[in-house]
């Protein structure tokens, strides 16, 4: 439920509707604009008697919300959020790409993707310490040990570090990491999302290989009301009929979302096609669908990566893709001034 106040409504009456409404067990997401000031009522609010409230004089408007998510939708905050890092935006206008190998090696590979990648301009740098891999015999990343490369890849660099959390038990070893990272495969595991909930580090939800954007939305849901509202959506192909692609890139998923939620919302292209030269027009496409930033597999070697080579830039490619991102972003600015 939304309750839309009429300008200039005195505090004292506002405070006094306020404390009636938490008697009902009720809790309130506030948001004010230059002109409005609007609640939206999260809990049962079925209880809720909607004539009882729009009789009230400091009321302008009553509205039933259908979704069920409540914290993530854009009704309940109109505005959108903007996610800063350690100084670095993403949302409500600020665009961010992350970049980096799909999973940490040595390092060296570590140190030399991380100083390339901030050269050419991208915000935050990812690497993957635990891999979830369909097969068992795959290579699963170093663990503690990929852990300790990225934040030393990070202090080579000074960009902030994005990388997978797969486990409530791993949580303590993330303690110095700049963003979580909620993958595909963990998108519905809720427990997971509890304990991240729980947390003040930012976190970066990929959309499941098959599932919906209200799931997706959902399972935001789940960590906001946790208490951390500092969520990222990204969208990292879906799973379809076809199969020339990795996944198939559902761009129509960036305006919807935005339609839908306040929350920013990212495109991985890497993982969507699979397929190296496909990333460089996707990408593009992303940030004129109105994405807020890209993540990007970038390895110094991809023929030798030990996991995702065929959809990793090189160092150089990743450089020529960056100059032709800011142009377009620059000129979807330009294009909506």
């Not at 963003?179 to 976190?203: C, D, H, S, Y």
């Not at 208490?227 to 198939?248: A, D, H, K, P, Q």
């Amino acid at each position: 439920m939304i309750i839309i106040f009429k300008e200039n409504a005195p505090e004292k009456e506002l405070g006094a509707l306020r404390e009636e409404i938490k008697s009902l067990g009720l809790e309130i997401h506030e948001s004010v604009g230059e002109k409005t000031r609007l609640w939206g009522l999260v809990g049962d609010t079925s209880r809720v008697d909607m004539d009882w409230l729009s009789a009230r004089q400091i009321v302008d408007e009553v509205k039933r919300v259908q979704e069920p998510y409540k914290k993530a939708n854009r009704k309940f905050h109109p505005k959108d959020t903007v996610v800063d890092i350690h100084g670095k935006k993403i949302g409500g206008g600020h665009f961010q790409v992350i970049a980096g190998p799909c999973s940490i090696e040595s390092e060296e590979q570590m140190n030399s993707v991380a100083k390339s990648v901030a050269k050419s301009g991208a915000g935050f740098l990812r690497g993957g310490a635990f891999k979830p891999r369909t097969s068992p015999y795959a290579f699963q990343g170093l663990h503690n040990e990929g852990l300790k490369l990225l934040l030393e890849a990070k202090k080579a660099c000074g960009l902030p570090v994005v990388t997978e959390l797969m486990s409530v038990q791993h949580i303590d070893l993330f303690q110095n990491v700049d963003v979580i990272q909620i993958g595909a495969r963990n998108m519905q595991n809720f427990e997971l999302l509890k304990e991240v909930g729980k947390l003040k580090t930012p976190v970066l939800l990929k959309r499941g290989l098959a599932n919906t954007l209200e799931e997706l939305l959902m399972s935001a849901e789940y960590i906001m009301a946790g208490g951390n509202e500092n969520v990222i959506l990204c969208e990292r192909g879906i799973r379809t009929f076809e199969t020339s692609t990795r996944n198939t890139l559902d761009l129509s998923a960036i305006p919807m979302l935005k339609s839908k939620t306040h929350l920013p919302v990212i495109v991985d292209p890497s993982h969507a096609c699979g397929i190296r030269w496909m990333v460089e027009p996707m990408a593009l496409a992303a940030v004129a669908a109105g994405a807020d930033g890209l993540m990007i597999e970038v390895h110094n070697d991809p023929e030798k990566a030990l996991c995702d080579g065929p959809q990793s830039l090189t160092p150089e490619m990743f450089e020529q893709l960056m100059g032709k991102v800011q142009s377009m972003v620059q000129f979807m600015k330009n294009l909506s001034a």
